[in-house]
């Protein structure tokens, strides 16, 4: 899995319901097949491969508007060249 979308999840996961945020972490957290999962929800392989292909647009779509990691990404690499102290408490709140 992209690295990255671990992150948007764990910035908007709470935006999916609980069967999305469900499909997404046996997926890619709990390294659950698409057919272990379907199975598990009594659902065709098809349809919790178009959930999760549908979570990945949605945290693309979100993070294209909301910016949010984006943001982090540019804090962080501003933050590479402060004082620890400094940045410590920046990263606190962050």
């Not at 999840?9 to 709470?14: A, K, R, S, V, W």
């Not at 097949?33 to 949605?58: P, W």
């Amino acid at each position: 899995m992209d690295l990255k979308y671990s992150y948007l999840f764990d910035y908007y996961g709470e935006l999916f319901t609980d069967k999305q945020k469900e499909y997404f972490t046996d997926y890619y957290f709990n390294n659950l097949t698409l057919q272990e999962i379907a199975d598990n929800n009594n659902v065709s392989r098809n349809a919790v491969h178009k959930n999760i292909k549908d979570i990945l647009a949605k945290l693309d779509y979100y993070e294209e508007k909301l910016k949010l990691y984006s943001n982090k990404q540019k804090i962080e690499k501003l933050l590479e060249n402060v004082d620890v102290d400094i940045k410590t408490k920046i990263e606190e709140l962050i």
